[in-house]
């Protein structure tokens, strides 16, 4: 009689009984402990060559893949970064993202994406992924003003790094860009092509970098002499439909405007939108200046004025501020401020010769 092979004959029995093979059906076809199997695998000992033929036998003929993400655990480590955003689909965050991703695999982690459509309880379960350890560290891209959920849950941590946005009161690092500076350059872009009847559409009133931006604005007017009139000043979302609701508004005024600072490029896309439907172009019409530049903004129908990010070098340095954070008992918060870039475009033109700028001039 033919000798009965054991482990050939409980290798082909399993995948019949279940789905794929663990390391107890392995250490079971291989008649030892799953301790052994995992210490085997795992080279942290020294078997006699039977037993490990057997155990290398048997998850060959198992088609045994060890767990990866079980084995980090196991370590005490998940090896993977969450990078927390309002969506992904807005090419800002979609291009941060990318950058990030990318140096968390130079640094041997993965990165695991999670949006929140802008919901702050949503945001609070992702920041509990870090309790239950699901993920070592974690970039945070707030969207909504914090009702101090958010800083509580965060606060000390030396594996959070927030980016782009605030929690006012967290003791984290963070990594922003010059916000105001980027508004001044801006507005002082349109008031040296002769504008002084201009605009602002920003995002939500109670974030930073909506409060910065609205203060880089308000600066390079009052250096010019220069006040626009409260109604043409407006806060909302960082979207396109903000954009187009504030364009219907601007245009249908009695005293129109004749340029806008938009604080995103979302916002400014909105603007254009708004144009076109009332069947006016920019910048005859409207001069635009948006503010991100990620994405397809030379695209646009004219190309977008945008103040420039730099987003790639925000998202490798938001990973690498992370990763050497993670190890340490406590946080020393850092601050890493980014210099924002005009670039100038089609949507920027000269103010119109029948322009009045006494609308918007200071007496």
Known sequence: MKPVDEIGFMCKLFPMLKGPATIRDVAKAAKVSAATVSRHLNKSIVLPQETARRIDKACARLAYRPNALAKRLSLGSAQTIGLVAPEIANPFFAALAAAAEAEARRQGYSLLIMSTGGDPNIECEHID??????????????????????????????????????????????????????????????????????????????????????????????????????????????????????????????????ALFAGSDYIAIGVLQGLRRLGLEAPAALSIVGFDDSGFMNCTDPPLTTVRQPIESMGKAAVALLVSQMGSVSVYPEELLFEPELVVRGSTGPAPVHSAPSVATLA
């Open 129 to 258: 992924r870090l309790g239950a350890r699901d993920v070592d560290g974690l970039l945070l891209l707030t969207s909504s003003a914090d009702d101090g959920r958010v800083r509580d849950q965060i606060d000390g941590r030396p594996n959070v790094v927030l980016v782009d946005e605030d929690v006012p009161g967290a003791r984290v690092s963070r990594i922003f860009v010059e916000n105001e500076q980027g508004a001044y350059e801006a507005t002082r872009h349109l008031i040296d092509r002769g504008h002084a009847a201009i605009a602002h559409v920003g995002g939500p009133a109670g974030l930073l970098s909506s409060r910065e931006r609205h203060a880089g604005f308000v600066r390079a007017m009052a250096e010019a002499g220069l006040s626009p009139l409260d109604s043409w000043v407006k806060f909302g979302g960082y979207d396109r439909e903000a954009g187009l609701a504030a364009a219907l508004d601007l245009l249908a005024q009695p005293q129109r405007p004749t």
